[in-house]
């Protein structure tokens, strides 16, 4: 019976332990995928030594140097457009404020009012020498029926 149940167990192995096999396949992947990436990994990190390289013998100066030249003028740019963009806040404010809008509208009201006057009196004149004008071609016709004989 033991004789049996090894021979059972060794069948059961055979048929449905496939550690070994995969074991074997695991390693190889394992193996095949080192190769290509470690080649891809250490190309890639000798381009990015080279690049660094690169840019720490030659770049580093350029950049520090194109930094010095150009900042100081970028700055005074960005300074001047500040001050611009205040003024421009600064005069919006002045515009804006609610005692500004009443003291403009007094003086609309004030100016309105002397136009008002000034049109009114001028009228009273106009109207004034109507009458005149009126009251003399009256009086100028009057003498004429006169000389004529008409009245």
């Known amino acids: 019976m033991a004789a049996a149940a090894s021979d059972v167990n060794e069948v059961f192995s055979r048929l449905f332990d496939h550690r070994p096999f995969l074991r074997g396949e695991i390693e190889y992947f394992k193996k095949e995928f080192e190769v290509k990436r470690g080649d891809r990994e250490v190309e890639q990190l000798f381009r ?82 109507y009458q005149e004008k009126e009251q003399a071609i009256r009086v100028q016709f009057q003498q004429l029926e006169k000389s004529a004989g008409y009245t």
Do not use: Y
């Open 48 to 129: 990015s030594l080279e690049l660094i390289t690169e840019i720490k013998e030659g770049q580093i100066e350029k950049i520090v140097g194109s930094s010095d030249d150009n900042l100081p003028r970028t700055t005074a740019d960005v300074q001047v457009a500040l001050h611009m963009c205040e003024d421009t806040l600064d005069t919006e404010k002045k515009f804006s404020s609610e005692e500004l809008l009443t003291k403009k509208r007094a003086e609309r009201r004030a100016r309105l009012a002397a136009v008002k006057q000034d049109v009114q009196e001028k009228l009273k004149l106009l109207e004034d020498s």
